[in-house]
């Protein structure tokens, strides 16, 4: 049987490049004759860009720190234990680095077990134990603290999660077995199961400490101070710590199967990760820890060998890395200062685009549009999202003011744009508009002011190509609704200069967007593939399968939701329009559907009714396709919707539309929502062989996004 220490340092020699984690022990008296104290400092010895993890040495460290503090406890020369982070942030979990380079069951079940031998060391010490959470704490950085006696949180924390399920794991540290034994299924289930599916929603520290996770909340600026008296008071008896007492009858059943229902709607049983979280969490009902451990572990091995979990942590690593250093972007030293935007437009899309620049570059902003009825509506708009925000506490009074003050509206595009930077258009999708938009306002800017467009599929090197300075103009291309979804579209035409384009990183920054540098190709990325794919799903209907087989064919895959809603949200006029760019542009492979075109030649906003609270097929809609008579069956849909799906992405790699698959995942996931547990789309498409059946080869190398060889 392995020691703890044997067993780390095994897992320690598998994973050389661990940021190592130490665990500093430093002691003083506590107030109010408390005692003598020990204080556990968890510090990797970096900024708080760096965050605090747990890999094998890390936990080594811990787990000399605690050998430490259970001697001093045991001979009673310390009344109370206490755990903290470096300045914001605490620690949020496991080395992933080290995870993806395990090849064996019996290393990852050494990682898991590893974990839990030193954690479950700080609930049976001679004192009691203290988690102060005073900054960041995700995953094991959580699960450490659920291990101690008692627990304090920051009212300044950003961030508290166990987002192990959204990455294709389990909490496997005692996350499932504990959370539910104090604070309930239910609210367990919410933490792990519904935050982590809602894109890894987090927690701030006032509602860690309203779930009853935290047993008190401090304000950050003295947290361990505030933290340390409290401690002082519980070890004095001046304070009781008392806690909901725990249903573990039906209540426990319901918060499962209500966990199984949002599994269900989020990823279809196309990830196991939620679902072994829930066998634990219902298993965990009868109080038994060692048995919620084992399980844990066995959860935790299982899961890391599988591809689900190394698509979950390539996702990560593209949304958390790539994302910030895009490939191909120009030397950020080239980009210009931008002090003042334009928006051509004032319609819905350009008035959330003037909310977002003014928010996030903190600039003056004006509004054109052709008469002054639209600009003022536009204009109200985004006064009106600025008063929302105030309500709902979002920012001040101060900052309001000044926002609203920032966003105004002109008819008259010289004086609006004269002294503008960057002037974005964002209006109707048809080339002579949008050229016609790009003259007039070149004839009024400054000779260094960037032209942005927000097209989704047309060449930006055609809207350029009648004007004195075509390198200056850059696609832009936001996806919807701008505020949520991050991903810009950064495209390069024939004659955009580096200046240009680097101008253009420099404010998806700013903006705080994941931006990816795209060929001046049909429709991009994200458009190109989601069209061939839902162009696909509608040539099957066309041709005679019935649309609740189609729909239900691509379930498996876990999707945010289904083809018809998504072209419901996008709107099937401007499906309609994409499809027949495409088309024009790939006749061999785009076509379009008589029957979408007849949908929004009725005006229809959809194929679904909404009677019953659930999408059902319009009637009308029904009365309108015209099919026909060739059945597929759901796996025959889903293997022709993926291999035309693959076939695309294989073309789109070689025309060079992006520098790697990489960046096509980046962009499904960032601009599509598409799941983390499917890496985006390559690694599914590769793990499937569907990627060297429809594109005569893997799209990534084994060993990325999959377990290495």
């Known amino acids: 049987m392995s020691t703890t220490a044997e067993l780390l340092k095994g897992a320690a020699e598998l994973f050389p490049g661990e940021v190592v984690t130490q665990a500093h022990v430093r002691h003083f008296d506590l107030p109010f004759g408390a005692g003598r104290f020990a204080l556990i400092t968890l510090d990797n010895g970096l900024d708080h860009t760096k965050p605090t993890t747990f890999g094998p040495q890390s936990l080594a460290n811990l787990n000399a720190a605690i050998d430490q503090v259970e001697k001093e406890a045991a001979e009673g020369s310390i009344t109370g234990i206490g755990l903290t982070g470096k300045p914001f942030i605490f620690a949020v979990g496991a080395d992933l680095k080290g995870v993806e380079l395990l090849k064996k069951h019996e290393d990852a079940l050494a990682i898991g077990k590893g974990g839990h031998d030193v954690f479950k060391r700080l609930s049976s010490l001679a004192v009691p134990t203290f988690a102060y959470y005073n900054g960041a704490a995700m995953g094991g950085g959580v699960e450490v603290g659920l291990h101690c006696t008692y627990r304090t949180v920051s009212r300044a924390i950003p961030a508290f999660s166990l987002p192990e399920v959204f990455l294709g794991l389990v909490p496997g540290w005692g996350g499932c077995a504990l959370l539910p034994n104090l604070i309930g299924a239910d609210r367990a289930v919410s933490v792990i199961i519904e935050n982590s599916l809602n894109q890894n929603r987090q927690l701030k520290g006032k509602q860690v400490f309203e779930l009853g996770i935290a047993d008190a909340l401090f304000d950050g600026a003295d947290f ?201 258009e964002a209006v109707f999708e048809e080339m002579g508009v949008k050229q016609q938009v790009f003259a007039e306002v070149e004839a009024v800017v400054p000779a260094h002011t960037i032209l942005a467009t927000n097209t989704s599929s047309l060449s930006v090197s055609e809207m350029a190509s009648k004007l004195k300075h075509p390198e200056r103009v850059v696609g832009f291309h936001f996806f919807n609704p701008v505020a949520i979804l991050p991903l810009l579209e950064i495209v390069r035409g024939e004659k955009t200069d580096d200046a240009s384009l680097a101008t253009a990183f420099a404010v998806a920054k700013k903006l705080k967007k994941s931006a990816v540098l795209v060929k001046d190709a049909p429709a991009f990325v994200v458009n190109r593939i989601l069209v061939r794919f839902m162009g696909e799903i509608q040539n099957v209907i066309d041709e005679g399968t019935p649309v609740a087989v189609a729909e239900k064919a691509v379930e498996p895959l876990g999707l945010p939701m289904s083809p018809l809603v998504l072209l419901e949200l996008v709107g099937p006029a401007i499906g309609l329009h994409v499809s027949e760019t495409l088309a024009a542009a790939f006749p061999d492979r785009f076509k379009v559907s008589p029957n979408l075109a007849a949908v929004v030649k009725a005006g229809k906003r959809g194929f679904y009714v909404y009677d019953s609270g659930k999408p059902e097929l319009d009637p009308e809609v029904a009365a309108l396709l015209v099919q026909g008579d060739s059945v597929l069956t759901e796996e025959q849909v889903r293997a022709r919707v993926l291999e035309a799906v693959a076939q695309e992405i294989g073309l789109m790699l070689d025309e060079g539309v992006v520098a790697e698959a990489q960046d096509i995942d980046l962009c499904l996931i960032t601009g599509a929502g598409w799941p983390f547990h499917l890496g985006g789309v390559t690694p599914y498409l590769d793990r499937e062989g569907i990627s060297e059946r429809a594109a005569g080869r893997r799209f990534l190398p084994v060993g990325v996004a999959s377990v290495p060889a």
Request: aromatic share 6%; no cysteine.
């Open 224 to 424: 361990l101070e505030q933290s340390l008296i409290w401690t002082a008071s519980v070890l004095k008896g001046d304070i009781q710590v008392d806690r909901a007492e725990i249903d573990r009858g039906e209540a426990w059943d319901q918060a499962v199967e209500r966990g199984r229902f949002i599994a269900d709607s989020k990823v279809h049983g196309a990830a196991p990760a939620a679902y072994r979280a829930l066998d634990i969490i219902s298993a965990a009902k009868n109080g038994d820890l060692r048995q919620g451990f084992d399980a844990e572990d066995q959860a935790l091995a299982d899961l890391i060998m599988g591809d689900e979990l190394r698509s979950g942590i390539y996702s990560f690593n593209l949304v958390q890395k790539r994302a910030k250093r895009p490939a191909g972007a120009p030397d950020r030293s080239l980009a210009r200062p931008v002090t003042k935007v334009g928006v051509v437009g004032a319609g819905l899309m350009a008035s959330q685009l003037a909310l977002l620049f003014a928010r996030r570059l903190e600039v003056q902003v004006v509004l054109t549009d052709i008469d002054q009825e639209r600009i003022d509506k536009g204009v109200g708009y985004v006064h009106g999202e600025i008063d929302k925000l105030l309500a709902k506490g979002r920012i001040g009074n101060d900052k309001a003011n000044r926002l609203k003050a920032a966003v105004t509206g002109s008819l008259d595009k010289a004086a609006a744009f004269g002294d503008a930077d960057f002037v974005i």
